[in-house]
């Protein structure tokens, strides 16, 4: 449900303990027992109600039958799989919101705030953070309707900026539902992408930049050939974090419902619609062990690369 | 420095680009500046005309509206008192005990953490609140938050723990303290800002989050503000604009101040994923 903080630092394992093992198993023992109930035995139990046919409400209910692979096969059936309002058409829908608005949209626009906030006057700095903070900060309901509102055909603040700016109106929400949500969770995200770029930025020894500049190097030199290359490490980290959040990702669900006709409906609100509102528990598990599976990939990589750092 | 007249123009131009970007990160969020002090407040901007507190007090008069805001807050501190108080033991056991299986505890939490999210664990967690007979109460959404958001949070601490040093702890133990001691007298009052770090960041998770409460609870008294807000809407489904407008304001208000508090106290330092 979270992510985990970048790899600790290696540390010495010294032979004189502070805490004898007794007292810290019994330290260990309520988080152990919190994330083993709600995080690992999850992992596990989802698997088992793949295989059955499990429902919310009726017969299946109480009594759930074995009914081996038929969820998969459901959820890969080649006839169905790419119509809207299937798994495979959600599936690739959530590729492209991931590329587009994680890979393109945060990653990019967080790179050229963090490279621009480094010379700025301190003024326009802190105001531009604010805001694209205050964009990651607040509830997700706050920001669905702001943006619902912001959106709106007849009266929202885009299309009166539109109309001011002599360009046709339109109804985004209708016309354009996944590049609205492509948008929204660029504009949600970027921050976090920002920060960890800023605080990259600002860990390069400043007699780099002030070499380059004696030299007369621009500014796009010095991010092409100074601040690029130096910060590579942490770029990987955040393709991978924003990659692995926006695929689990359950907030445009509060700006399209899913719609206008599956349109929008990305894998978190698939599982959410064939589980809570089809009240297909064994079909909703199944989609949700394919997602943890991509899920895994993806922590794989980002700890293995993090196992890489901690050898270094 | 002396700035040629290129650099000079690439600074403003800098300056420029920088404040556009605010200026459409700000965009839509300016209609919560105004639209909850505006009695006839539409989705459009404008400038309240005259401005009141009116709308104000119509959300306050809601009973259900005002217990929804109760309702988070107690979700939000019972789930944030659970991580708070394991996460420290659990990650000053791991930074200061040798228990065997150490580094392997927590590379599997690290794993697990990352692959179990709420979109993806939603049917088991779900199924596993049912079958302990928690449906539709605080103790549910506290319970799956303390255990979702505890990996993250006691890398955070055993992080910050790691960088004190060993010393303080040994001679408090020359001087005669237990280890039990050592740890509530001299390491807790060290590790404060660590924990107020991870306090903060576990409130405005659980304060601003909507799938988990909007699976697990059923009725409207439990209900937190997040799933609340959406009887701000009329029977045909239209927003009733006003009373949404001030009721988000409000809603936002104590993350905004813990935004502040935190900027204003540490710095809004950067924790690696310090936001689920």
Redesign the interface.
Known sequence: ??????E??P?K???F?????R???A??T???L??S???????F??IF?SFTNRTLLGRTALNPEFVGLANYLSLFDPATFFQRGQFGFSLILTTQFVLASALLGQAL?GL??AW??Q???PW??R??E??????????????G??????L?R?????N??LEGFGLPKGDFLLQQPFWVIVVFNT?RG?A?SM??F??AFSSIPPSYFQAADVAGA??WQKFRDIGLPLIRGHIVTDLI?IT?WTF????PF?LTNGGPSYRTEL??IY??RV??QDFQ?GK??AV?VI??LI??A???V??SIGRKKKVR | MKLTIPAFV??IA??A???L????????????LF?PFNARA????ALPDPWTLSNFVTVFGNSYAVQALWNSFIQAVGGVI?VG???T??A???S?????GKGAV??I????????????????????ISAAGLMDTHLAVI??????????A???L??FI?SIP?SY??SA?VAGAS??Q??FDVALPVIRPGIVVVVVWGF??I?????IPF?LLRSDSNMPA?VA?YSFYSEAGT?I?TL?AAY?LI??LP??AL?LFVSWKFG?R????I??
């Open positions: 449900m979270t992510t985990e903080p970048i600790a630092k540390k394992v010294r032979n303990a502070l805490l004898s093992n007292a810290g198993a330290f260990l309520p988080a152990g919190l994330v109930v709600f995080v690992i035995v999850p992992f139990w989802v109600v626009l050229l705030l621009l906030i010379t700025v006057p326009v700095k105001i531009t604010t805001f694209v903070i205050a964009a990651w900060i607040l509830p997700e309901v706050v920001i309707f702001a943006w619902f509102a912001f709106d007849d009266q929202g603040t885009l009166m900026l504009w970027a976090f920060m960890l800023n605080s621009s500014s974090l692995m689990n990702t359950f907030t509060l894998v978190s599982n959410y589980a809570f528990f909703g598990a949700g997602m943890m899920n895994l993806f922590a794989l980002y700890l | 690439g600074r800098f300056s680009l920088a404040a970007i605010g200026a459409i990160f700000a965009l839509p969020l300016l209609w919560f639209a539409e989705l459009g901007l659970l108080a394991a996460a033991l659990a000053y056991a791991l200061r005990s040798s228990i065997p927590t590379y939490l690290l794993l697990f953490s990352s692959v179990v999210s709420g979109s993806a664990a939603m049917v088991p967690i779900f199924l596993i319970l799956t938050f303390a255990g979702g958001l505890l990996p993250t006691m890398f955070i055993r992080d790691d060993k702890e040994e133990m280890p039990v050592a740890f405005v998770n304060w601003g989050s909507f799938l699976i997040s807000i927003p604009v949404l988000s809603y936002s993350v905004i935004y809004f950067f924790f690696g994923g936001k689920a």
